[in-house]
């Protein structure tokens, strides 16, 4: 990551990590609901999820990555404190 001194945002994990996961949306999407949600992900919004990451080309992987990593924390299955 690169710091610029007194510049304003939050920077962007990255997500090289997940690359080698994304051209297969199920194993994606399971990865993510294990690391961000404990594997309580339910069943419908993990469809909606692997549908919508799976419209985009497999071989776009880094764009797969951060469609399902951004419809995760935006889930309510994210948001709600259990």
């Known amino acids: 990551m690169i710091y ?5 945002g939050t920077p962007s994990p990255a997500l090289t990590a997940f690359l080698p ?6 194993k994606l999407v399971e990865r ?3 690391l961000l ?4 992900m339910s069943d ?8 919508a990451v799976n419209k985009l080309k497999p071989t776009d992987t880094l764009r797969r990555v ?8 935006v889930s ?3 948001q709600v404190q259990k």
């Open 4 to 8: 610029v001194p007194n510049a304003t």
């Open 21 to 26: 996961d994304a051209a297969d949306a199920d």
């Open 32 to 34: 993510l609901n294990r």
């Open 37 to 40: 949600l404990h594997g309580t």
């Open 44 to 51: 419908a919004a993990r469809k909606t999820v692997v549908t």
């Open 66 to 73: 951060k469609l399902a990593v951004n419809l995760m924390l």
């Open 76 to 78: 309510i299955d994210y």
